[in-house]
């Protein structure tokens, strides 16, 4: 008698995971209508009947299953007091920034690393360049500096040229060094990543330079001292 009521009830949840699974499949095409041409990189249910987490990008944000109403702000577990949408943006922009090869960043790299950093930075950029007059010590610190460019004035500018230039000098992270330090570069082109580098900025979101973002996917607008960057590194709320 208990086999079969064994039987039977694993039978009953079998049958609950395949409607349920049929439901969201059914969620999930009427949410990818509504977004149209966007397409999102993932599509998974909250803990919130009814409501979806949507990424696009390094975009989080929710929607109803019927497609029709769509949340953006973070979503809180009162419980544990913790953000259930800061864990999934941070994972997602690091999933971006892993799109792009070591090749097409400038890094400047420790004998012994103990963080990872990616810095958008612009040639002609005064904080940018007291950040990277410091990069010993930041590299004392034991931080990895990986440059990508964010020339704010645009394609076409003269921060543009410069960082077109950097990329296609034999020795980038010495270019580099030049330019934030004035001097003339020559002034060569050739197939750079940097337009790559301007449309990760724009997912992003960022504005001003520079732009660090940590290892763990968190962000940090403006200039942080070698010292203070070394504390944001060794912290992390999740």
Known sequence: MNSIKTVIF????????????????????????????????????????????????PRVVYMSADGHYMLQGELIDVQSRKSLTEPRRREAIRALLDTVSEDDMIIFKPEKVKHVVTVFTDIDCGYCRKLHSQIDQYLAEGIEIRYMMFPRAGVG??????????????????????????????????????????????????????????EDGRTQPGYVSPKQLARLLDQTDY
């Open 10 to 57: 694993i039978s009953l949840v079998s049958l609950a995971t395949t409607a349920a699974l049929a439901d969201r499949a059914v969620d999930e095409a009427a949410i990818r209508k509504a977004l149209g041409s966007v397409e999102p990189d993932t599509i998974a249910p909250v803990p919130i009947a009814g409501l979806y987490e949507v990424v696009v990008g």
């Open 157 to 214: 500018s003269d921060s543009y040229k410069k960082a077109v230039a950097v990329f296609c000098s034999e020795d980038r992270n010495a270019a580099l060094t030049d330019a934030k330090n004035g001097k003339a570069l020559d002034m060569k082109t050739c197939d750079n990543p940097v337009d790559k580098h301007m449309e990760l900025v724009r997912q992003l979101g960022a504005r001003g330079t520079p732009f660090i973002v940590l």
